[in-house]
């Protein structure tokens, strides 16, 4: 009889693992994947440092079509796809680490705005097939959903890059979806990056000595926020500019002043270097004022005339704050001059007396214009009663001697007759906050809104109309009139309504938000 033997349960085979060589190919993959994706990332946002044709960038072209040439050899396509805060390089998606995720972010808005879900390479490209693929896609500032791609690719075509496309928008989720949560995005960040330039300057005034160079370091980074802002959101900066608090009037103004002073500057196609040397021109111009007693910054009453002759000392205690904590070299220069010279006219009286009969500089100019309308349009403590925007700008064409033409010029068509916050009473009966200008070529003084009917005297409810659409051409704008009559705070209505959209069965929603200070 045969002995008896133990029988075992069957177990599955065991995988085999794959090579190293393969293991190796595919860490690889994974590796150049996520690089390149970073890379494409920094090239969106250095391209708002340089210009896309500057010589600077020809070490990041070439790095980035060395890497996608790498994918595209062993892949036989490379395509770059995102939607939201999701990126895939080809199948594989790249979660990015925590230094690169705002700028992965920035990029996928970017494309989001020119309704892009992405790129796709399918032969060997140059470093000049790269930068080219680049200015086509920032050449649109905004696109839609369905015109984008096809916008896009006809330039591609027209420059002779075959090859290369850029892909419709994603559907990893849903656009309606897409849309809000990178609208509530810009939102928070404008909202951040205004607050904290509101923080940090109060904190420079309230520092009896010199400021730490941490204060410093911290105001210059977000005045390269704040330019990025002004230039790809102007809108929405113009609405958390028109936040008001009276005893909180110096520092505001600082902040206003940049914010007023960057649309000049994009409007007069200012290189980036250049706009941000003048937002910390602006941003500083008054930091002279804390050298002085607290009842002239924010009088109770009305000054008499040794207390203005007082007041009018600002500019000259600006540059010796400016000395005091930039250097001469570089911007420091720019800084001091646009301090001492910004309340000085073209033409006519002004203070500080001009030393000599030269130019004014040009940041001089620009902080002009932006200094006058701000003060017209804020409410201070024994300052008088404050201007609506449209009666600002009627004021500053009044006055156009007294600044320089093609700046004054270029700030009116910026703001236009109706500027962001104005608040107007309509032909119905109801109430409207001007959230955007008119599209290009349609009646300036029919704007987009947000409006809201008026029950007690109050408004109900705020949704989106653009008088400029033909199917709203029954209602007309009766009269601007002052928001405080009716306790609307703009600021507060223009960003809680700024995902809405012009589709009445979608737009019902209370604003709501934070007060700037308090974020």
Known sequence: MAPHRETRPLRPPRARKAPASVRLLHGRLAEVSRLLAYRLAMLFKTAHVHRVGNDALRHSFRAFAELC??????????SIQGDVDAVFVG?????PE???????????????????????VRR????ADARLLLQAILRHSSLGIGEGAARINADLRGAGIEGVEVLPHMTLVSEEEGASSLEGDRVASVRETYSSLLVHIRAFHQYPGRVPDLVLERTQAHLRRLVDDVAEQPDLVLAMASYRSPPDYVHLHSVHMAVLSLLVGVALDMPRRSLLDLAGAALYADCGMKRLPPGLVVPEEGLDEEDMALLRTHPRESV?????????????????????????????????????????????????????????TSDRPGGGTSLTPPEAVARLAARRERFD???????????????????????????????ASPAAGRDPLRPRLLRAALAGGRPAEWRPLDLSSPARAGVAVRAPVRATLYGIEPWRVLLGGAALDDDPARASQTAQSTAPEET
């Open 98 to 120: 925590p230094l690169m995720f705002d700028n992965v972010k920035r990029m996928l808005g970017e494309l989001h705005r020119r309704g892009l879900g992405g790129l796709v």
């Open 91 to 95: 199948h594989q998606r790249v979660r």
């Open 124 to 127: 060997p490209i140059q470093h």
């Open 320 to 376: 010796r704050e400016i000395l005091r904590h930039f250097p001469l070299a570089g911007t420091g220069r720019d800084r001091l001059v646009a301090a001492f010279e910004h309340h000085v006219p073209v033409v006519g009286q002004g203070y500080p007396e001009r030393l000599e009969p030269r130019p004014l500089h040009i940041f001089s100019r620009i902080l002009a214009v932006a200094d006058a309308h701000d003060a017209f």
């Open 69 to 78: 040439n790498e994918l595209q050899v062993s892949l036989g396509e490379v």
């Open 405 to 435: 033409p093609v700046v004054l010029q270029a700030f009116l068509d910026r703001l236009g007759p109706y500027p962001v916050g104005t608040c107007l009473l309509l032909s119905d009966g109801s109430i409207g906050v001007v959230r």
